[in-house]
Protein backbone atom coordinates (compact mmCIF):
# COMPACT_ATOMS: atom_id res chain seq x y z
CA UNK A 1 0.00 0.00 0.00
CA UNK A 2 1.27 3.63 -0.76
CA UNK A 3 0.46 6.17 1.77
CA UNK A 4 1.30 10.04 1.03
CA UNK A 5 1.96 12.12 3.84
CA UNK A 6 1.81 15.82 2.89
CA UNK A 7 2.29 18.51 5.18
CA UNK A 8 3.36 22.12 5.29
CA UNK A 9 6.89 23.71 4.51
CA UNK A 10 9.01 26.89 4.65
CA UNK A 11 6.34 29.74 3.89
CA UNK A 12 4.09 28.39 1.15
CA UNK A 13 5.62 25.10 0.28
CA UNK A 14 3.97 21.82 0.45
CA UNK A 15 6.42 18.91 1.62
CA UNK A 16 5.43 15.28 0.58
CA UNK A 17 6.64 11.65 2.20
CA UNK A 18 5.66 8.79 -0.10
CA UNK A 19 5.56 5.35 2.03
CA UNK A 20 4.97 1.71 1.10
CA UNK A 21 4.08 -0.37 3.71
CA UNK A 22 5.13 -3.47 2.23
CA UNK A 23 9.10 -2.44 1.73
CA UNK A 24 8.66 -0.03 4.49
CA UNK A 25 10.68 2.44 2.07
CA UNK A 26 9.62 5.84 2.50
CA UNK A 27 10.87 8.75 -0.59
CA UNK A 28 10.91 12.44 -0.30
CA UNK A 29 9.35 14.28 -3.06
CA UNK A 30 11.94 17.27 -2.88
CA UNK A 31 13.15 18.58 -0.29
CA UNK A 32 12.28 22.36 0.93
CA UNK A 33 13.84 21.79 4.27
CA UNK A 34 15.69 19.16 6.10
CA UNK A 35 14.66 19.53 9.71
CA UNK A 36 10.71 19.07 8.63
CA UNK A 37 10.97 16.28 6.87
CA UNK A 38 12.85 14.39 9.24
CA UNK A 39 10.51 15.53 11.91
CA UNK A 40 7.66 14.67 10.02
CA UNK A 41 9.24 11.17 8.98
CA UNK A 42 10.28 10.34 12.87
CA UNK A 43 6.47 11.30 13.97
CA UNK A 44 5.12 8.41 11.53
CA UNK A 45 7.73 6.28 12.21
CA UNK A 46 9.37 5.89 8.86
CA UNK A 47 12.92 6.05 7.39
CA UNK A 48 13.70 7.80 4.54
CA UNK A 49 15.61 5.33 2.27
CA UNK A 50 15.34 7.95 -1.18
CA UNK A 51 15.07 11.26 -1.85
CA UNK A 52 13.34 12.52 -5.72
CA UNK A 53 13.80 15.89 -6.78
CA UNK A 54 11.64 17.43 -9.24
CA UNK A 55 13.94 20.54 -10.12
CA UNK A 56 17.33 22.51 -8.62
CA UNK A 57 15.50 25.25 -6.86
CA UNK A 58 16.44 25.64 -3.46
CA UNK A 59 13.27 25.23 -1.88
CA UNK A 60 12.75 21.63 -3.98
CA UNK A 61 16.63 20.29 -3.54
CA UNK A 62 17.82 22.39 -0.45
CA UNK A 63 17.88 19.87 2.15
CA UNK A 64 19.19 16.94 -0.01
CA UNK A 65 22.61 17.32 1.95
CA UNK A 66 21.54 17.50 5.46
CA UNK A 67 18.83 14.40 5.13
CA UNK A 68 21.13 12.16 3.34
CA UNK A 69 23.52 12.74 5.99
CA UNK A 70 21.36 11.91 8.50
CA UNK A 71 19.89 8.62 6.90
CA UNK A 72 22.10 6.93 4.28
CA UNK A 73 19.25 7.75 1.76
CA UNK A 74 19.64 7.58 -1.91
CA UNK A 75 18.57 10.75 -4.16
CA UNK A 76 17.63 10.69 -7.55
CA UNK A 77 17.32 14.04 -9.80
CA UNK A 78 17.03 15.28 -13.43
CA UNK A 79 19.89 14.18 -15.72
CA UNK A 80 19.77 17.72 -16.84
CA UNK A 81 20.05 19.77 -13.70
CA UNK A 82 22.30 16.82 -11.47
CA UNK A 83 24.80 19.60 -11.47
CA UNK A 84 23.04 22.09 -9.80
CA UNK A 85 21.74 19.72 -7.15
CA UNK A 86 23.62 18.69 -4.20
CA UNK A 87 24.18 14.84 -3.29
CA UNK A 88 23.01 13.04 -6.08
CA UNK A 89 23.29 9.11 -6.56
CA UNK A 90 21.28 8.41 -9.97
CA UNK A 91 20.14 11.26 -12.83
CA UNK A 92 16.70 10.11 -14.51
CA UNK A 93 15.36 11.50 -17.68
CA UNK A 94 11.63 11.33 -18.94
CA UNK A 95 10.59 7.97 -19.95
CA UNK A 96 12.69 6.37 -17.25
CA UNK A 97 11.48 4.69 -14.30
CA UNK A 98 12.49 4.76 -10.22
CA UNK A 99 10.70 2.65 -7.85
CA UNK A 100 9.37 2.47 -4.14
CA UNK A 101 9.29 -1.27 -2.94
CA UNK A 102 7.37 -2.78 -5.89
CA UNK A 103 5.24 0.38 -7.39
CA UNK A 104 6.85 1.69 -10.19
CA UNK A 105 7.24 5.62 -11.09
CA UNK A 106 7.20 7.09 -14.48
CA UNK A 107 9.16 10.22 -15.20
CA UNK A 108 7.95 12.74 -17.51
CA UNK A 109 10.02 15.49 -19.06
CA UNK A 110 7.89 18.83 -17.60
CA UNK A 111 10.54 21.24 -18.39
CA UNK A 112 9.71 24.80 -18.71
CA UNK A 113 10.06 26.65 -15.19
CA UNK A 114 13.69 25.19 -15.48
CA UNK A 115 14.94 23.17 -18.45
CA UNK A 116 15.02 19.84 -16.77
CA UNK A 117 12.17 19.84 -14.62
CA UNK A 118 10.51 16.22 -14.16
CA UNK A 119 7.26 14.87 -12.58
CA UNK A 120 6.99 11.08 -10.72
CA UNK A 121 3.77 9.53 -12.12
CA UNK A 122 2.80 6.47 -10.42
CA UNK A 123 -0.07 4.30 -12.42
CA UNK A 124 -1.05 1.90 -9.62
CA UNK A 125 -1.64 4.79 -7.20
CA UNK A 126 -3.12 7.41 -9.48
CA UNK A 127 -1.20 10.11 -8.21
CA UNK A 128 1.58 12.61 -9.57
CA UNK A 129 4.44 14.73 -8.16
CA UNK A 130 4.52 17.23 -10.74
CA UNK A 131 6.22 20.18 -8.48
CA UNK A 132 6.44 23.76 -9.59
CA UNK A 133 5.13 22.57 -13.50
CA UNK A 134 1.62 22.76 -12.69
CA UNK A 135 -0.32 24.29 -9.98
CA UNK A 136 -3.97 24.10 -8.98
CA UNK A 137 -5.35 26.56 -11.33
CA UNK A 138 -1.78 27.40 -12.23
CA UNK A 139 1.60 26.65 -13.57
CA UNK A 140 5.05 27.75 -12.85
CA UNK A 141 6.77 30.92 -14.14
CA UNK A 142 8.76 30.17 -17.37
CA UNK A 143 12.16 31.04 -15.62
CA UNK A 144 14.15 29.03 -18.18
CA UNK A 145 11.93 27.31 -20.69
CA UNK A 146 10.01 28.23 -23.68
CA UNK A 147 6.58 28.97 -24.33
CA UNK A 148 6.43 25.79 -26.93
CA UNK A 149 8.45 23.71 -24.44
CA UNK A 150 6.66 24.42 -21.74
CA UNK A 151 2.82 23.76 -23.60
CA UNK A 152 4.09 20.02 -24.73
CA UNK A 153 5.10 19.44 -21.01
CA UNK A 154 1.62 20.79 -19.45
CA UNK A 155 0.36 18.76 -22.78
CA UNK A 156 1.97 15.79 -21.10
CA UNK A 157 0.82 16.00 -17.76
CA UNK A 158 -2.86 17.05 -19.20
CA UNK A 159 -2.43 13.64 -21.14
CA UNK A 160 -2.34 11.31 -17.86
CA UNK A 161 -6.00 9.68 -16.77
CA UNK A 162 -8.19 12.31 -15.61
CA UNK A 163 -8.99 10.80 -12.55
CA UNK A 164 -4.59 11.01 -11.69
CA UNK A 165 -4.00 12.92 -8.43
CA UNK A 166 -1.50 16.30 -8.96
CA UNK A 167 0.67 16.61 -5.79
CA UNK A 168 1.75 20.47 -6.75
CA UNK A 169 4.55 22.00 -5.15
CA UNK A 170 2.47 25.03 -3.88
CA UNK A 171 -0.36 26.56 -2.09
CA UNK A 172 -1.07 29.42 -4.84
CA UNK A 173 -4.47 28.23 -5.34
CA UNK A 174 -6.35 30.91 -4.07
CA UNK A 175 -4.30 33.95 -6.04
CA UNK A 176 -4.08 31.13 -9.05
CA UNK A 177 -8.07 31.59 -9.03
CA UNK A 178 -8.54 35.52 -9.47
CA UNK A 179 -5.98 35.28 -12.22
CA UNK A 180 -7.90 32.23 -13.73
CA UNK A 181 -11.32 34.36 -13.01
CA UNK A 182 -9.71 37.15 -15.40
CA UNK A 183 -8.53 34.82 -17.74
CA UNK A 184 -11.87 32.69 -18.47
CA UNK A 185 -14.48 34.76 -16.91
CA UNK A 186 -17.16 33.08 -18.39
CA UNK A 187 -16.02 29.33 -17.23
CA UNK A 188 -19.30 28.14 -14.94
CA UNK A 189 -16.76 25.16 -13.66
CA UNK A 190 -14.05 27.72 -13.12
CA UNK A 191 -16.46 29.84 -10.83
CA UNK A 192 -17.37 26.97 -8.86
CA UNK A 193 -14.19 25.56 -8.14
CA UNK A 194 -13.09 29.27 -7.34
CA UNK A 195 -15.71 29.83 -4.87
CA UNK A 196 -14.51 25.66 -3.46
CA UNK A 197 -11.02 27.50 -3.15
CA UNK A 198 -12.53 30.12 -0.97
CA UNK A 199 -14.02 28.36 1.57
CA UNK A 200 -11.39 26.05 2.00
CA UNK A 201 -8.94 28.44 2.33
CA UNK A 202 -11.08 30.44 4.62
CA UNK A 203 -11.12 27.46 7.04
CA UNK A 204 -7.06 26.50 6.75
CA UNK A 205 -7.56 23.58 4.58
CA UNK A 206 -5.50 22.68 1.92
CA UNK A 207 -6.15 22.75 -2.18
CA UNK A 208 -3.58 20.45 -2.68
CA UNK A 209 -3.84 17.63 -4.20
CA UNK A 210 -5.94 18.43 -7.14
CA UNK A 211 -7.65 16.24 -9.58
CA UNK A 212 -6.37 16.19 -13.23
CA UNK A 213 -10.34 16.03 -15.01
CA UNK A 214 -11.15 19.10 -12.66
CA UNK A 215 -7.93 20.96 -14.05
CA UNK A 216 -8.70 20.28 -17.61
CA UNK A 217 -11.91 22.05 -17.05
CA UNK A 218 -11.07 25.04 -15.43
CA UNK A 219 -6.75 25.93 -15.35
CA UNK A 220 -6.58 28.26 -18.03
CA UNK A 221 -3.09 27.03 -18.73
CA UNK A 222 -4.07 23.78 -19.50
CA UNK A 223 -6.61 24.69 -21.84
CA UNK A 224 -4.73 26.79 -24.21
CA UNK A 225 -5.54 25.64 -27.26
CA UNK A 226 -9.91 25.40 -26.91
CA UNK A 227 -11.32 27.79 -29.12
CA UNK A 228 -12.77 30.39 -26.61
CA UNK A 229 -9.12 30.94 -24.64
CA UNK A 230 -7.41 31.38 -28.03
CA UNK A 231 -10.24 33.64 -28.87
CA UNK A 232 -9.92 35.82 -25.61
CA UNK A 233 -6.12 35.90 -25.59
CA UNK A 234 -4.76 35.69 -29.21
CA UNK A 235 -2.26 33.35 -30.50
CA UNK A 236 -1.55 31.12 -33.84
CA UNK A 237 -0.91 27.90 -31.74
CA UNK A 238 -1.61 26.86 -28.39
CA UNK A 239 2.05 27.28 -27.33
CA UNK A 240 1.33 31.06 -28.33
CA UNK A 241 -2.31 31.15 -26.09
CA UNK A 242 -0.21 29.68 -23.36
CA UNK A 243 2.26 32.23 -24.24
CA UNK A 244 -0.12 35.48 -24.14
CA UNK A 245 -1.51 34.08 -20.80
CA UNK A 246 1.63 33.55 -18.91
CA UNK A 247 3.04 37.06 -19.54
CA UNK A 248 -0.39 38.82 -18.34
CA UNK A 249 -0.04 36.22 -15.32
CA UNK A 250 3.24 37.93 -14.46
CA UNK A 251 2.53 40.87 -14.46
CA UNK A 252 -1.17 40.32 -12.56
Not at 60 to 78: F, L, Q, R, S
Request: aromatic content about 8%; glycine content about 8%; proline content about 4%.
Amino acid sequence: MIEVHQFPCLSDNYGFLLHDSESEETVCIDTPDADTYMREAAAKGWQITQIWNTHWHADHAGGNEAIKGATGCKVTAPKGEAAKIAAVDHTVDGGDRVMIGAHEAIVIDVGGHTNGHIAYYLPDAGIAFVGDSVFALGCGRMFEGNPQQFWESLSRIRDLPGETLLYCAHEYTAANALFALHADPENSDLQAYAEEIRQRRERGKPTVPTRLSRECATNPFLRADKADIKTRWGGNSASETFAALRCAKDVF
